[in-house]
């Protein structure tokens, strides 16, 4: 007789990630567990999305990304600041936080980043989200439950993040690797977010969206070419593997997109499949693109007279409709 343990690590290495097989994605049922335990669900979404239906008991800071972040830097708002934000919210990193928001959200996982940043050792994420809390048939909730604010003085663990001087400290370092999560188009430069397009010399291109079965299932489903969002799931922890077997899981792993929150998502699942030392690069390519001493690849540079121009015909479109809009009407006659 054969022993079936070979059998059995072949179907634990090909589960979904998103079934609960590790310790930090978990499915509906252990969402259904934590709340039983008295734990913090936090919904990430912008409070509109909250209102119209959240998980009974879900707390709501509106989106946070907006609320825990400088608009203009896209860095993070001094510790104070967000210890009053989250300690209002009762939001308590010290204890068993479930963040969830949209299925697949990278700002769920940024979410969780920046809770294990402020020190929390129990913060998990429900990738399925309230798609497929509702796709289960659970209890939706309009209403906001009375808050239980806290009092917070966190600690934070820098080694958990990099910033631009690292980064650039660490271009020639044969121990570290950097991975690029952004699209191919951002990735050669086509696509320019900050002063200048292009990438950090010798990273990695992979978009965070292969980590999901099916890449395009978010435009699938905005163009309503497919009924849910199931191709949005996370692939097995062998296919995540393959994906990115060009990458040694024993060095440390620096990933960046444009301001650390997609990276925030591949960086999960890198810590999932057994990557031992992983980082997510803050202020990203925002911070290095617009630092133009740090080296680049693939550059190219905003036409800033152009965009000007743009603008300002745009604004003179904007100028005429309300012209037209304000303007009386008069009543034709028959």
Request: charged share 25%; hydrophobic share 40%.
């Amino acid at each position: 007789m054969k022993p079936m343990f070979p059998a059995l690590l072949l179907a634990l290495a090909t589960l979904p990630i998103h079934a609960g097989a590790t310790g930090t994605i978990v499915d509906t049922a252990e969402v259904e567990g934590a709340l039983k335990r008295g734990a913090i669900v936090w919904d990430v979404r912008p409070t509109g999305a909250y209102r119209q239906g959240h998980i009974p008991g879900a707390v709501n800071i509106d989106d946070v990304t907006a609320s825990l972040r400088n608009e203009n830097t896209e860095d993070y708002l001094p510790l104070p600041q967000i210890e009053r934000t989250l300690g209002a919210a009762g939001i308590d990193p010290a204890r068993e936080v479930i963040v969830y928001g949209p299925k697949g959200s990278p700002n769920v996982y940024f979410a969780l980043v920046t809770l294990q940043y402020l020190g929390g050792q129990s913060a998990r994420i429900y990738h399925g989200g309230i798609d497929d809390w509702a796709a289960a048939g659970k209890p939706l909730s309009a209403e906001t439950p009375a808050p239980h604010p806290v009092t917070l003085k966190l600690g934070v663990r820098p080694e958990l993040l990099a910033d631009t001087r690292e980064v650039v400290a660490k271009l020639h370092d044969p121990s570290v690797q950097i991975l690029d999560v952004r699209t191919p188009a951002e990735f050669r430069g086509e696509d320019i977010r900050a002063i200048r397009g292009g990438h950090i010399p010798g990273a990695i291109p992979i978009n965070y969206l292969e980590n999901w079965v099916d890449p395009d299932a978010s435009a699938r489903f905005e163009k309503k070419q497919v009924a849910n969002k199931d191709g949005m799931n996370l692939k097995s922890a062998d296919e995540l593997r393959a994906l990115y077997s060009k990458l040694d899981p024993d060095k440390e792993t620096i990933v960046y997109c444009q301001s650390g929150v997609r990276a925030s998502e591949t960086a999960t699942v890198l810590q999932e499949i057994g990557f031992k030392k992983v980082k997510v690069y803050d202020s990203s390519w925002l911070g290095y693109g617009n630092t133009l001493a740090a080296p680049a690849e693939d550059v190219s540079f905003v036409n800033v007279g152009m965009l000007q121009g743009k603008l300002g015909a745009l604004q003179k479109r904007l100028d005429a409709m309300e012209k037209e809009m304000a303007a009386p009407k008069t009543a034709t006659k028959p």
